[in-house]
């Protein structure tokens, strides 16, 4: 079945249609949620729940929408939130402005240093850090989309991407040593 017609399906409540879409984005939605709870079991249970948000509120979405897309922003939001509840997780606006730099790291990475490192030492940084880096790297949302995500400005998700990339890298150079 095409996307479309998952939707579609979905929207009529059917069983089938919706085992298949929870089986195709399940582990999507789980990295996503690990990413920022850093602990599988709340991460479990964010993703039943943002399931069950989904399929009821699925009668809003386009039939040619994102189903993905929808769903990851359901478990970031749902995440944060969590995350904002229990760990008294803040993300503040911060003054200071960093200069530029550029924001490509390939050529200070050895070509040795698989993805799996790297996200090792994302999930070793500060929540606000990890947050960032893995909502920019990972998850593919741009700093604006970022700052709304987190109720901050741009200019502090910009802040928080360099200072969170300069921890990753002395990271992952020190387990290169």
């Not at 991460?43 to 009668?59: N, S, T």
């Not at 509840?85 to 200069?99: R, W």
């Not at 990475?109 to 990890?130: E, G």
């Amino acid at each position: 079945m095409n996307t479309n017609q998952l939707i579609k399906q979905c929207k009529q409540n059917n069983y089938k249609a919706q085992i298949e879409v929870y089986n195709a984005y399940k582990n999507m939605m789980l990295g996503a949620a690990l990413r920022i709870l850093k602990n599988r079991e709340e991460a479990e249970d964010i993703v039943q729940d943002c399931f069950i948000k989904a399929f009821e509120k699925i009668h809003h979405l386009k039939e040619d929408a994102n189903l993905g897309g929808w769903l990851k922003r359901i478990v970031i939001n749902k995440s944060l939130d969590l995350a904002r509840s229990k760990y008294n997780f803040i993300i503040t606006d911060e003054l200071e402005i960093l200069e530029n730099e550029p924001e490509d790291v390939e050529d200070e990475i050895s070509s040795t240093t698989t993805v799996i490192d790297i996200k090792n030492c994302i999930y070793k940084l500060k929540d606000k850090y990890s947050t960032v880096l893995s909502l920019y790297l990972i998850e593919d949302y741009n700093h604006r989309e970022i700052g709304e995500l987190l109720n901050i400005k741009e200019s502090t998700v910009r802040n928080q991407f360099r200072r969170g990339k300069q921890q990753l890298l002395k990271l992952i150079k020190n387990k290169e040593l």
